[in-house]
């Protein structure tokens, strides 16, 4: 039910940022929980950061920590992911994903079609 259309990804030097967006489709993007993931190359596919609807509350696996950024603007019904100080094991195909179903447990329904991010070193 929501469309997710991502942007943003590219290559970069190490130590270099990138801006990655996702727009959403939904009359209801402002309570949705968005996520950004990433999947390096023979790797599973983990959870970078999350954001809840209204944007209060955000939360990082710890290597991204104070060097990602989530945010939203919910009149856009836009999330972005800011990367700053990228290193090369930040390599991967990064997604958005939007968590429709908002029960006691995360369930993220909705992805995007994944934006490459290639760090050189």
């Known amino acids: 039910q929501v469309q997710l259309v991502e942007s943003g990804g590219g290559l970069v030097q190490a130590g270099g940022s990138l801006r990655l967006s996702c727009a959403a489709s939904?009359?209801?993007?402002?309570?949705?929980?968005m996520g950004w993931f990433r999947q390096a190359p023979g790797k599973e596919r983990e959870i970078v950061a999350s954001?809840?609807?209204?944007?209060?509350?955000?939360d990082y696996v710890h290597y991204v920590k104070g060097r990602f950024t989530i945010s939203r603007d919910n009149a856009k019904n836009t999330v972005y992911l800011q990367m700053n100080s990228l290193s090369p094991e930040d390599t991967a195909v990064y997604y958005c994903?939007?968590?429709?179903?908002?029960?006691?447990?995360?369930?993220?329904?909705?992805w995007g079609q994944g934006t490459q991010v290639t760090v050189s070193s």
């Open positions: 994903a939007a968590d429709t179903v908002l029960g006691p447990v995360p369930q993220y329904d909705s």
């Open positions: 939904g009359r209801t993007f402002s309570s949705y929980v």
């Open positions: 954001i809840i609807g209204s944007g209060r509350r955000e």
